[in-house]
């Protein structure tokens, strides 16, 4: 069964930080690439960051580059986000994915605020 986790999510003052993980299991893990979502409240759903299978390749949205990086432990089934200077608007559910998984996990919940 295919599963992605995603955790490490909270309440930060705006210029803060926060790695959020994604751990999947119950598919070739190392064979995919997986994407990191958003959502925020009476938005759509909306790409961050993509990284390859091998984490070479790597690519951001143009509102998180340069704040957000997103790598992967293929040993540990993980992908990370990290993410600096963190605004306001960077408040949302955040997902992580494969390109071919219709299922959606609970996400994890960042918002930023003073």
């Known amino acids: 069964q295919v599963q992605l986790v995603e955790s490490g999510g909270g309440l930060v003052h705006p210029g803060g930080s926060l790695r959020l993980s994604c751990a999947a299991s119950?598919?070739?893990?190392?064979?995919?690439?997986i994407y990191w979502y958003r959502q925020a409240p009476g938005k759509e759903r909306e790409l961050v960051a993509p990284?390859?299978?091998?984490?070479?390749?790597?690519n951001y949205a143009d509102s998180v580059k340069g704040r957000f990086t997103i790598s992967r432990d293929n040993a540990l089934n993980t992908v990370y986000l990290q993410m600096s200077r963190l605004k306001p608007e960077d408040t949302a559910v955040y997902y992580c994915?494969?390109?071919?998984?219709?299922?959606w996990g609970q996400g994890t919940q960042v918002t930023v605020s003073s």
């Open positions: 119950g598919f070739a893990f190392s064979s995919n690439a």
């Open positions: 990284i390859s299978s091998a984490g070479a390749g790597t």
């Open positions: 994915n494969t390109a071919w998984n219709d299922n």
